[in-house]
């Protein structure tokens, strides 16, 4: 017997709680809410960080740091990646996206020295670590930078 062979009546179906409807229904009166206080009122909508009346943890803790609005962000690629290009190509921010290794043109491309290159070719990007611009010039190929 597997779990859709069960029937619809053996499953537990739990009655959805209808409150305010009379004293009969189990639910009348104070509608679940108890007597008196913040939460039994109308219109009661407590923030879920609310600590009752206690400085909340968010104020609390001290603030330190900065965040850098003006910060540069870079799309970064690795000498690996570049592998899937034919030797001799000129490879730029257009034709890596058109490839997808880059989803948008966004952000600036920086290009790291992780794996290995063994095929020549004129890489344009916006930054090159030196480990990266040694392996493109040892496969016999150039690192243009874009200003």
């Known amino acids: 017997m ?3 062979d069960a029937k619809k009546s053996l499953q537990k179906i739990k009655k959805r709680k209808r409150v305010g409807r009379g004293a009969g229904s189990g639910h009348g009166k104070t509608s679940c809410k108890g007597f008196k206080g913040q939460k039994s009122r109308s219109g ?4 879920t960080i609310f600590e009752g009346g206690q400085m ?12 850098n609005p003006f910060k540069k962000k870079y799309t970064i690629l690795n ?3 570049f592998e899937n290009f034919d030797s001799g190509t000129s490879v730029d921010l257009q034709s890596l996206k058109e490839c997808g290794l880059i ?8 290009v790291l020295g992780e794996g290995v290159l063994t095929k020549s070719l004129t890489i344009a990007a916006h930054k090159f670590s030196g480990v990266a611009i040694a392996k493109i ?3 016999g190929g150039e690192a243009v930078a874009i200003s």
């Open 56 to 67: 909340p943890l968010f104020r609390r803790i001290p603030k330190r740091g900065f965040t």
């Open 137 to 139: 010039k040892e496969a």
């Open 103 to 110: 989803k948008s043109l966004k952000y600036d491309l920086k």
């Open 44 to 47: 009661n909508k407590l923030r």
């Open 79 to 81: 000498i690996k990646d």
């Open 2 to 4: 597997n779990l859709i």
